[in-house]
C-alpha cells in the first residue's frame, strides 16, 4: 500500500449520513467573525484513488478547530482537535487518540496544512487577510483562487450574491480535496465544552501512535 493511502482509507471508513437539510443554508455575514460552523461534503482525490465523507466543523479564532465526522446513525465516528501547533485525532471505537502536529496530521488525513485563522478567512470570503499567499479576484473583487508555495486553492462556486465560498477546491501536488459547504453560521454560542479534550480526562481512552492509526484505518475499510 503506497504512503498515501491512510489519507483515503481515514475518509473511506466514514459512512455518509444523511440528516442535513438537502438545500444549502448559509447565514447573514457579520462584520466581526470570531467563530464559524458549519457541515460540508469532502472527497480527496490521491494517486488514482477518491473517498467521500460529510462532516461537521467549528473554527474559533484564533487558533481551535474542531472537525466530526459521523456515521449513519448520528455518531461520532471521528473527532480531530486543532490546537495552535498540535493536534489530535480521536478514534471513540478504538478508545485511543493520536497527538502530533497540527501541519502533519492535516497533510497525512486531508491532503493539504491550513490552520483555523486560514481556513475561517477563505469560508467567509476573506481570503485577502491571508498572509503569504498570492490571490486573484474576479470582476466583483471576490477571491476565487490563492497560492501559497505549493499549496492552492479555488473557489468554483459561490453562494450568490455574497462573496461566501459554497465549492471549494484545495490541493497540494497531486492530492487535491474538494469542499461543498451544505450549511454555514457564524457566531454562534458555542457549547461550554466544545473544544475539551475529554479522551485526556476520561480513563479508558490511550495515546496511539500513526502505526496504530494507520492500521487501525485499514482495518475499518476492508470489512
Not at 498570492?134 to 453562494?159: A, M, P, T
Not at 451544505?182 to 480526562?201: E, G, I, T
Request: positive net charge.
Amino acid at each position: 500500500m503506497r504512503r498515501s493511502a491512510p489519507a483515503l482509507l481515514f475518509l473511506s471508513a466514514l459512512a455518509l449520513f444523511s440528516c442535513l437539510p438537502s438545500r444549502p443554508a448559509v447565514a447573514p455575514l457579520p462584520p466581526t467573525v470570531e467563530s464559524v460552523e458549519g457541515f460540508a461534503t469532502f472527497r480527496l482525490a490521491r494517486e488514482g484513488g477518491t473517498a467521500k465523507s460529510k462532516l461537521s466543523f467549528l473554527f474559533r479564532l484564533p487558533g481551535q478547530g474542531r472537525i466530526e465526522v459521523l456515521d449513519p446513525l448520528g455518531r461520532t465516528a471521528s473527532l480531530l482537535f486543532l490546537d495552535d501547533e498540535e493536534a489530535y485525532l480521536v478514534l471513540p471505537a478504538r478508545r485511543a487518540y493520536w497527538k502530533s502536529g497540527r501541519d502533519e496530521v492535516m497533510t497525512k488525513l486531508l491532503g493539504f496544512a491550513l490552520g483555523p485563522e486560514e481556513l475561517t478567512h477563505i469560508l467567509t470570503g476573506r481570503a485577502d487577510r491571508l498572509n503569504g499567499w498570492s490571490l486573484e479576484k474576479d470582476s466583483q473583487g471576490r477571491v476565487i483562487r490563492g497560492r501559497r508555495e505549493d499549496l492552492w486553492f479555488e473557489v468554483r462556486q459561490f453562494f450568490e450574491p455574497s462573496p461566501l465560498p459554497r465549492l471549494l477546491v484545495l490541493a497540494r501536488a497531486e492530492d487535491k480535496g474538494s469542499l461543498r459547504i451544505l450549511r454555514l453560521s457564524f457566531n454562534q454560542p458555542l457549547k461550554a465544552k466544545a473544544f475539551h479534550h475529554f479522551f485526556l480526562d476520561e480513563g479508558g481512552y490511550r495515546p496511539a501512535d500513526w502505526n496504530d492509526v494507520e492500521k487501525w484505518l485499514r482495518e475499518t475499510a476492508e470489512r
